[in-house]
């Protein structure tokens, strides 16, 4: 017994050893991937993994897209901001949705209901203050008559609000560019191209409050 133990503690053994151990964690390693790669291909195979979702509007075109996997789904027209209170341009993320917000600016509260500018639905945005929402002036979507959100009819909107989530970007483009130009064709031709103001009902305050949402 004092020999085996003696050979298995030479200088020779240990080299043995290690490889092993290392063959070992390769091989754990390897079935952790390919069980993850399973899991991957089943979950694609039943429709449960998560697309990559972008909302895209573009701010000349007054239309906003819905793209998933890079596949245009859905186009609606918009509203957008107004030469003296434009839309932001950049790329955002929606922060928070909230299903019949209640509008907030100084000295105004609108409940959920016909008179709220905000109409039934709002996406608000990782920009202060801006969102994606309905409204209670349908005749304007098409136009720029907002104060920097962009605006839906409310049926576009309730749509819009069940297709995404906390965390899909939305990108806001103030010019044109050839994938614009690739999701939404030629300009409209039907698209008024004047510059209309919203009618002022008041400014709008820093952000979202916790139960409803400003609107510009």
Same mark, same amino acid.
């Given at each position: 017994m004092q020999a085996i133990d003696q050979q298995r503690s030479t200088p020779e053994a240990k080299p043995k050893w290690a490889?092993? +151990?290392?063959?070992?964690?390769?091989?754990? %390693?390897?079935?952790?991937?390919?069980?993850?790669?399973?899991?991957?291909?089943?979950?694609?195979?039943?429709?449960?993994?998560?697309?990559?979702?972008?909302?895209?509007?573009?701010?000349?075109?007054?239309?906003?897209?819905?793209?998933?996997?890079?596949?245009?789904?859905?186009?609606?027209?918009?509203?957008?901001?107004?030469?003296?209170?434009?839309?932001?341009?950049?790329?955002?993320?929606?922060?928070?949705?909230?299903?019949?917000?209640?509008?907030?600016?100084?000295?105004?509260?609108?409940?959920?209901?016909? %008179?709220?500018?905000? +109409?039934?639905?709002?996406?608000?945005?990782?920009?202060?203050g801006y969102g994606i929402h309905g409204t209670n002036q349908p005749r304007l979507i098409g136009r720029r008559a907002s104060h920097g959100c962009i605006r839906m009819r409310n049926r576009d909107i309730e749509e819009l609000f069940e297709l995404v989530q906390v965390g899909d970007v939305v990108e806001l483009h103030a010019e044109r560019s050839a994938e614009l130009a690739q999701i939404f064709g030629a300009l409209h031709a039907s698209t008024p191209i004047r510059s209309e103001r919203a009618p002022v009902v008041a400014a709008a305050p820093d952000g979202p409050m916790a139960s409803g949402a400003s609107g510009r």
């Amino acid at each position: 017994m004092q020999a085996i133990d003696q050979q298995r503690s030479t200088p020779e053994a240990k080299p043995k050893w290690a490889a092993l +151990g290392a063959a070992l964690l390769v091989a754990a %390693a390897e079935a952790l991937a390919q069980e993850k790669q399973i899991n991957r291909t089943e979950l694609i195979a039943e429709g449960r993994e998560q697309p990559v979702r972008r909302i895209i509007v573009s701010i000349p075109d007054r239309r906003l897209a819905l793209v998933e996997d890079d596949r245009v789904m859905k186009i609606y027209p918009v509203a957008v901001g107004a030469m003296l209170s434009p839309s932001p341009a950049g790329e955002f993320k929606i922060a928070h949705r909230i299903p019949w917000p209640t509008y907030y600016a100084p000295g105004i509260v609108i409940p959920p209901g016909k %008179a709220n500018p905000l +109409g039934t639905r709002w996406l608000g945005l990782t920009e202060k203050g801006y969102g994606i929402h309905g409204t209670n002036q349908p005749r304007l979507i098409g136009r720029r008559a907002s104060h920097g959100c962009i605006r839906m009819r409310n049926r576009d909107i309730e749509e819009l609000f069940e297709l995404v989530q906390v965390g899909d970007v939305v990108e806001l483009h103030a010019e044109r560019s050839a994938e614009l130009a690739q999701i939404f064709g030629a300009l409209h031709a039907s698209t008024p191209i004047r510059s209309e103001r919203a009618p002022v009902v008041a400014a709008a305050p820093d952000g979202p409050m916790a139960s409803g949402a400003s609107g510009r």
